[in-house]
């Protein structure tokens, strides 16, 4: 039988995200991690080589191994190799603003996770242009990945990089070829993209192996079966990603209807999608709500309602290949951050 993925997203660390890491931004006008670089300039260096050593270190790869996680998404952003992107006009004047060096922190990365047991999904989560216009996209408010193919194949060369790099390393688990690609963009495109990453992912990544993983893109499953059912793709993976705090309708939810959302929505929607015979990972998920939700609460109610909150998702998300959530750690968000939810107990104390 196949090991159940019991996950955890490493967010914030080579992709930055100011509401994950709101320190690192006091005094800055930046809102990602492209605006970050090139408004810190030459200082950048020196500031994120520090967050890069002390934001994740090995311990905490020492204590996800402790408490039963055996995996972890790892985000990564298109400049991870250093300066052979294409130019985007947010770069100013700055041909090469990212800091390079990061794909040291992906080695360290896997040699955390041989030594623990555990196992990595390497995350294209930023890529040139943005494919979303959300800040882990890179440039915020901006989307236009899709419509340049030096963009395109930027990309598809990263992961080929990425494969070649790492495919025989023990704690590879798979890599995913982009993450969440916005909703309009293109079916089509979206299709042939994922197709030539599988090819290009392939020819270093045997698929007993390795899985090659591709976001929803926030549309329904029945759009890819095409390619599900094509039988020259073998160990592919869908990631789809699942909240309650973002639109109107989730937002003026109380906790009961959260949980029944989850519980008996979220529930059918992983039976059908199994029944078709989907491989499907919950890639994103979290505690975080509303405050709304819990404005009527003592503290006592606010820990029930996380604790049957979260008991629910488990519930639903495990009956897929395995999940990831997000997020490993935050500095200000508690209901976003594992160590947090494990610390405050609203998550078990072992996920084993």
Request: charged share 25%; glycine share 8%; with cysteine.
């Given at each position: 039988?196949?090991?159940?993925?019991?996950?955890?997203?490493?967010?914030?660390?080579?992709?930055?995200?100011?509401?994950?890491?709101?320190?690192?931004?006091?005094?800055?006008?930046?809102?990602?991690?492209?605006?970050?670089?090139?408004?810190?300039?030459?200082?950048?260096?020196?500031?994120?080589?520090?967050?890069?050593?002390?934001?994740?270190?090995?311990?905490?790869?020492?204590?996800?191994?402790?408490?039963?996680?055996?995996?972890?998404?790892?985000?990564?952003?298109?400049?991870?190799?250093?300066?052979?992107?294409?130019?985007?006009?947010?770069?100013?004047?700055?041909?090469?603003?990212?800091?390079?060096?990061?794909?040291?922190?992906?080695?360290?990365?896997?040699?955390?996770?041989?030594?623990?047991?555990?196992?990595?999904?390497?995350?294209?989560?930023?890529?040139?242009?943005?494919?979303?216009?959300?800040?882990?996209?890179?440039?915020?408010?901006?989307?236009?990945?899709?419509?340049?193919?030096?963009?395109?194949?930027?990309?598809?060369?990263?992961?080929?990089?990425?494969?070649?790099?790492?495919?025989?390393?023990?704690?590879?688990?798979?890599?995913?070829?982009?993450?969440?690609?916005?909703?309009?963009?293109?079916?089509?495109?979206?299709?042939?993209?994922?197709?030539?990453?599988?090819?290009?992912?392939?020819?270093?990544?045997?698929?007993?192996?390795?899985?090659?993983?591709?976001?929803?893109?926030?549309?329904?499953?029945?759009?890819?079966?095409?390619?599900?059912?094509?039988?020259?793709?073998?160990?592919?993976?869908?990631?789809?990603?699942?909240?309650?705090?973002?639109?109107?309708?989730?937002?003026?939810?109380?906790?009961?209807?959260?949980?029944?959302?989850?519980?008996?929505?979220?529930?059918?929607?992983?039976?059908?999608m199994i029944s078709h015979g989907q491989r499907?990972?919950?890639?994103?998920?979290?505690?975080?709500?509303?405050?709304?939700?819990?404005?009527?609460?003592?503290?006592?109610?606010?820990?029930?309602?996380?604790?049957?909150?979260?008991?629910?998702?488990?519930?639903?998300?495990?009956?897929?290949?395995?999940?990831?959530?997000?997020?490993?750690?935050?500095?200000?968000?508690?209901?976003?951050?594992?160590?947090?939810?494990?610390?405050?107990?609203?998550?078990?104390?072992?996920?084993?």
């Amino acid at each position: 039988m196949q090991q159940k993925i019991r996950g955890v997203n490493l967010g914030g660390w080579l992709v930055l995200e100011k509401w994950i890491t709101p320190s690192l931004f006091e005094g800055l006008n930046a809102l990602d991690e492209t605006t970050y670089c090139v408004e810190l300039g030459d200082r950048a260096d020196t500031v994120l080589r520090k967050h890069w050593n002390s934001y994740i270190t090995r311990d905490d790869f020492a204590w996800l191994a402790e408490i039963g996680i055996n995996a972890v998404r790892l985000p990564i952003g298109h400049w991870v190799f250093g300066k052979d992107y294409p130019y985007h006009r947010s770069y100013g004047d700055l041909r090469y603003p990212f800091v390079v060096g990061g794909i040291e922190v992906v080695d360290q990365v896997f040699a955390w996770a041989e030594e623990f047991g555990l196992r990595v999904l390497l995350d294209l989560h930023a890529a040139a242009g943005c494919q979303n216009g959300f800040d882990n996209g890179g440039i915020q408010n901006v989307c236009e990945w899709h419509t340049d193919t030096a963009y395109i194949e930027h990309s598809l060369e990263v992961l080929e990089r990425l494969a070649k790099r790492y495919h025989q390393h023990p704690a590879l688990y798979g890599i995913q070829t982009l993450n969440e690609p916005r909703w309009d963009i293109d079916t089509a495109l979206l299709k042939k993209y994922h197709t030539e990453a599988y090819h290009r992912i392939r020819q270093h990544c045997k698929p007993e192996k390795v899985a090659v993983v591709f976001h929803d893109g926030f549309r329904s499953y029945r759009e890819y079966l095409d390619i599900f059912n094509d039988p020259a793709f073998a160990n592919i993976v869908l990631d789809i990603h699942r909240y309650q705090c973002f639109s109107p309708t989730e937002i003026a939810m109380d906790i009961h209807q959260h949980i029944q959302h989850t519980a008996l929505d979220w529930k059918g929607e992983a039976e059908e999608m199994i029944s078709h015979g989907q491989r499907i990972y919950c890639g994103e998920w979290s505690l975080g709500l509303a405050p709304e939700t819990f404005s009527q609460m003592d503290d006592f109610q606010k820990n029930a309602a996380h604790r049957g909150y979260a008991a629910a998702q488990l519930l639903v998300f495990e009956q897929y290949l395995g999940w990831f959530f997000w997020n490993y750690k935050t500095e200000t968000m508690p209901a976003w951050s594992l160590r947090e939810c494990v610390k405050r107990g609203w998550f078990p104390h072992r996920f084993a």
